[in-house]
């Protein structure tokens, strides 16, 4: 496991990555969502690590 998400809720898998993207549209402010590298699930993006992480971790 990686930054303490739990296990992936559609394949268990517990190789869950936290992705960031930068946005430079309006400033720049950079982005980031949990994302299964075995099946492709993911969160929807979010303004920190943290939140993002609390966000895959709530999913059912």
Known sequence: MD???LKCPF???D???LIDRIDVSDGVH???HAKC???GAS???Q???YDAIVA???RA
């Open 11 to 13: 394949c268990g898998s």
């Open 47 to 49: 303004k920190s690590q």
């Open 15 to 17: 190789d869950i990555k």
């Open 56 to 58: 895959w971790n709530r």
């Open 43 to 45: 969160t929807e993006e």
């Open 3 to 5: 930054k303490g998400f």
């Open 30 to 32: 950079t982005y980031y």
């Open 37 to 39: 590298s075995n099946c």
